[in-house]
């Protein structure tokens, strides 16, 4: 646990308070919010992926420790060492890093919107990029809890990038009635990414859905559109 106790005292030193109290308020950890008690110290991304790299070489079992922290810098060094390990592994290796990472999960220990967005998609979207079969585990992401749905959906844009929306468009599909802000703004991307791959595919979806999608969805997919066909479509006219 040597290591361990090296990655503390280098977080100590990094720590700003001020920063911290920023981001505090920024990821809505106040009570009922969304990121209720989380604790921040105030170490900015960059600098994370710096400490990350430094102990890239933790244990599974130290990792967890990072990721069981309160602390939510820890978490997200934790997973960045988690995405270093997966890109240099092996078949059998990169299924373990995807079972540890969905127990992770189930456990609400990814429980932020940036958590997420920078693990989900190189972890669960990579390790599922060429199993077509496996891919059904996202469909039960989306009975999870709030962070379990959004990995079902982020983990998508690795397929999207490869221009494959099957499944980007299906768990959209689920996820259309979801109530909370931050799943109107992931379908709003995700979908919003679709169409820098292919147009048509995404205005085929928002035929069907744009008059029923949440507002902020549907700002967030339609954003690159031109203003004329905007408007269009936040006015129901299309």
Do not use: W
């Given at each position: 646990?040597?290591?361990?106790?090296?990655?503390?005292?280098?977080?100590?030193?990094?720590?700003?308070?001020?920063?911290?109290?920023?981001?505090?308020?920024?990821?809505?950890?106040?009570?009922?919010?969304?990121?209720?008690?989380?604790?921040?110290?105030?170490?900015?991304?960059?600098?994370?992926?710096?400490?990350?790299?430094?102990?890239?070489?933790?244990?599974?079992?130290?990792?967890?420790?990072?990721?069981?922290?309160?602390?939510?810098?820890?978490?997200?060094?934790?997973?960045f060492i988690l995405i270093e390990k997966f890109k240099k592994a092996d078949n059998k290796i990169r299924k373990d890093i995807f079972e540890f990472y969905l127990d992770c999960a189930k456990r609400n220990r990814i429980n932020n919107w940036d958590l997420v967005d920078l693990s989900a998609p190189r972890i669960v979207g990579g390790y599922l990029l060429d199993k077509l079969e496996d891919r059904k585990i996202l469909y039960g992401l989306t009975k999870g809890n709030l962070w379990e749905k959004r990995i079902s959906l982020l983990a998508t844009f690795m397929f999207i990038k490869e221009k494959d929306f099957k499944d980007a468009l299906k768990i959209?599909?689920?996820?259309?009635?979801e109530k909370h802000d931050l799943m109107h703004k992931a379908v709003g991307?995700?979908?919003?990414?679709?169409?820098?791959?292919?147009?048509?595919?995404?205005?085929?979806?928002?035929l069907i859905h744009y008059k029923q999608m949440p507002r902020t969805m549907l700002r967030y997919s339609i954003e690159k559109f031109p203003e004329i066909e905007r408007q269009k479509y936040l006015n129901g006219e299309v």
């Open positions: 646990m040597e290591k361990l106790k090296e990655l503390e005292k280098k977080l100590k030193e990094k720590a700003n308070p001020s920063k911290a109290k920023d981001l505090q308020r920024f990821f809505k950890t106040g009570k009922g919010e969304y990121g209720e008690g989380d604790i921040f110290l105030g170490i900015i991304v960059p600098e994370q992926r710096k400490i990350a790299n430094e102990f890239k070489d933790l244990r599974f079992n130290e990792i967890q420790q990072l990721l069981d922290s309160e602390i939510h810098e820890k978490r997200m060094i934790g997973l959209s599909e689920i996820l259309l009635n991307c995700m979908l919003r990414e679709i169409g820098k791959k292919d147009i048509k595919v995404l205005k085929d979806f928002l």
